[in-house]
């Protein structure tokens, strides 16, 4: 399976990333942790990305075709991958086909979209930033990320639909009711009912 994830920030992609990588033994490709470890490590890329994270904004393209590409270079990407936070723009969007097929590898399976309503979101990275003080789960950086989101990424949704790839599933509710719902539509789409 080769697939992405969207989602406005908090709308659980990491979460359900992270258990849908295990169902179908696959990787988790983050782009967001990767950024938040280069800047924990203070790599050049770190340095060139922090600014604009920290402001909610998106990182510059290059940066995060770098390391995904670096990422699908590597063996365990070879049978399929889940990418979390990239494509975020229909640039990246393009680049991704390009890559794919300049690689040998097959075309995206599928673009899992989970549909979280905005106050929801707001509620659910302001109660991480207690727990885990990730520096833009402030309130004016997460509405930042939201516009973002709408004006970046959500055109996203109709470039996969175009493609018929788009699985859009509810992500309010249990993770775990989320998460059986997701497979639910996976597993129907692959066998053409979607
Ligand atoms: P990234 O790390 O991708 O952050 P994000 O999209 O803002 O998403 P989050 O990680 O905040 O949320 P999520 O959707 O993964 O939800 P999660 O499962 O964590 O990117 C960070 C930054 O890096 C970007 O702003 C940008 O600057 C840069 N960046 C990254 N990729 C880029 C790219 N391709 N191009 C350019 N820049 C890029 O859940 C959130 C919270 O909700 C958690 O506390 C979780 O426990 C909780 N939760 C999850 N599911 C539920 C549920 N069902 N009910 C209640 N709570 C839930």
Do not use: W
């Amino acid at each position: 399976m080769r697939m992405v994830l969207l989602g406005a920030p908090g709308s659980g992609k990491g979460t359900q990333g992270e258990k849908l990588a295990a169902e179908l033994a696959v990787p988790r490709i983050s782009t967001g942790d990767a950024l938040r470890a280069a800047v924990r490590s203070d790599t050049t890329l770190g340095r060139q990305a922090r600014a604009a994270m920290e402001a909610g904004d998106l990182v510059a393209d290059e940066l995060v075709v770098g390391i995904v590409e670096e990422r699908l270079a590597q063996a365990d990407a070879a049978a399929g991958f889940i990418l979390d936070g990239f494509p975020r723009n229909v640039a990246q969007a393009r680049i991704l086909d390009e890559m794919l097929a300049r690689r040998g590898m097959p075309p995206l399976d599928t673009a899992l979209h989970l549909d979280v309503p905005d106050e929801e979101i707001v509620k659910r990275l302001l109660a991480r930033a207690g727990d885990q003080g990730r520096s833009d789960d402030r309130e004016e950086v997460i509405r930042c990320r939201i516009r973002v989101y709408n004006a970046e990424t959500r055109p996203l949704l109709a470039y996969y639909q175009m493609q018929r790839k788009l699985i859009s599933v509810p992500g309010v509710g249990a993770v775990e009711d989320v998460f059986r719902f997701a497979l639910m539509a996976l597993r129907l789409s692959e066998c053409g009912f979607a």
